[in-house]
């Protein structure tokens, strides 16, 4: 079982390295970690077999001309699972968790903002579904932390030279499949938009961002070397991102909540901006709503949460803050848990 397995300094070096860069190769990621790479992919194996890990490439949302809402569901104890698990099932939601004492659903919904069939989960599906009492939608307008920002409890293990160096070497590498752009983070290019043919090359990325170019090309009925220009331009137009999703319990988190944050509109982005900094926080981001602001904690235990709440992110800024501890994760951000 995920909770059984312990994690040492490799297991966690290579999660850091793969956040640094997900396509790197195993010969550069085992050099850079003083091991040997047959050991390295004896442990990405078992990492992906026992705890989940998932490489994933996600669209960036204003190329791929959706739109994302945090959804808050409250359900029947009786009907809150089935609704979860049906949620977590659409392709057109992530990060489907249960909360609240079981009667609460949070999920991101992505909707299409024109057309016959836009907003129409938030419209039609959810309002008719029964079981569903009460529904509370937050229009995402800015992350300020997660996406292609991982949470820092993930990338505490690789030092600045090892990240330097694996950015570096990775840039001109031969890894399962390269791109020779830069790999840091590029700044999304808000006028280009995703075509059928990037469309394609994404929904295989989304289930294995490591696959090879010559994988690429049999999923896609393209060609390695267009396959390869392709994402290449893709990641230097910052049109996609990359993201290592595994169950944070095995990084020694057992307690995780959400926070419905009321900030004065005037400092929002200050306060926003420090809670981003935080080392307890994977998500923060500006949203509609009575609660504009939305923050998602990982901490060690109940006692490290406590400590945050009422020494950390208690800011006089901050009018008014709801949390909603997480029971269960049916959906990260591509990855179904749901047996």
């Known amino acids: 079982m995920v909770n059984m397995l312990v994690l040492d300094d490799l297991d966690r070096g290579l999660i850091h390295a793969l956040q640094v860069d997900a396509r790197a190769s195993f010969t550069l990621v085992a050099d850079i970690l003083g091991s040997s790479t047959q050991t390295v992919v004896r442990r990405y194996r078992r990492l992906s077999a026992q705890a989940g890990l998932r490489v994933v490439a996600l669209p960036a949302p204003r190329s791929s001309g959706t739109h994302q809402w945090f959804v808050r569901l409250t359900a029947a104890t009786r009907t809150a699972h089935d609704i979860a698990v049906a949620l977590a099932r659409r392709p057109d939601t992530s990060w489907v968790r249960l909360t609240s004492g079981g009667t609460e659903i949070v999920a991101i919904i992505h909707t299409t903002p024109t057309g016959p069939d836009a907003h129409a989960l938030l419209l039609r599906d959810i309002p008719r579904t029964a079981g569903i009492t009460a529904v509370s939608a937050h229009y995402l307008l800015h992350t300020y932390l997660g996406g292609p920002t991982a949470w820092r409890g993930r990338v505490d293990t690789l030092d600045a030279a090892q990240q330097a160096r694996l950015r570096a070497e990775s840039a001109t590498g031969t890894g399962p499949g390269r791109d020779t752009s830069t790999t840091g983070t590029a700044s999304e290019d808000p006028a280009y938009l995703l075509t059928d043919a990037d469309r394609l090359l994404l ?11 010559a994988e690429l090309a049999a999923a896609t009925g393209s060609t390695a070397s267009t396959v390869s220009r392709r994402l290449a331009e893709l990641r230097s137009r910052g049109a996609l991102f ?22 004065a509109p005037s400092q929002l982005d200050t306060v926003a901006t420090e809670l981003a ?18 923050a998602h904690a990982l901490c060690r235990d109940a006692e490290e949460l406590h400590h945050y709440l009422t020494r950390k992110v208690a800011l006089d800024a901050i009018a008014r803050i709801e949390t909603a501890p997480v029971l269960r994760t049916y959906k990260a951000a591509a990855t179904l848990r749901i047996g």
């Open 203 to 213: 929904d295989a990325l989304r289930d294995d961002a490591r696959l090879s170019y």
């Open 277 to 294: 900094g935080h080392r307890e926080l994977a998500v923060v981001a500006a949203t509609t709503g009575p609660t504009n602001l939305v």
């Open 242 to 263: 990359f993201d290592v999703d595994i169950d944070p319990s095995l990084l020694g988190v057992t307690v995780s909540a959400f926070l419905w944050m009321q900030v």
